[in-house]
């Protein structure tokens, strides 16, 4: 079974940046699409970014974080990437990565196995 694993969170002031990494034990070829999901707290997981094998021409935003959030990946270290950039407040919630199906902006994904997240917390 595919392992993920995220890193990259922390604490940052309202502008600030972070790029999380997404670690696949296996092919990333045999997980995609592939999708971030965030779950702030005391609300529900939703997906806010997806790509496909096709790369970064195919992928897809939710709008609250279109033009701000950069999904990526790198084949050869099967490693999925979300830059994150003029965070906001409300960007704050735990961050994970997972098969993006459905292939649809705030599901919560269809997955019965989650890693432990990355937590990113935007505050002054």
């Known amino acids: 079974q595919v392992q993920l694993v995220e890193s990259g969170g922390g604490n940052v002031q309202p502008g600030g940046s972070l790029r999380l990494s997404c670690e696949i034990s296996g092919s990333i070829f045999s997980v995609y699409p592939m999708g971030w999901y965030r779950q702030p707290p005391g609300k529900q997981r939703e997906l806010v970014a997806g790509?496909?094998?096709?790369?970064?021409?195919?992928?897809i935003y939710a709008d609250s974080v279109k033009g701000r959030f950069t999904i990526s990946a790198d084949n050869a270290k099967n490693t999925v990437y979300l830059q994150l950039n003029s965070l906001e407040p409300e960007d704050t919630a735990t961050y994970y990565c997972?098969?993006?199906?459905?292939?649809?902006?705030?599901?919560?994904?269809?997955?019965?196995?989650w890693g432990q997240g990355t937590q990113v917390t935007v505050s002054s």
């Open positions: 997972n098969r993006a199906l459905p292939w649809l902006i705030g599901s919560p994904g269809a997955s019965s196995s």
């Open positions: 790509i496909t094998s096709a790369g970064s021409a195919s992928a």
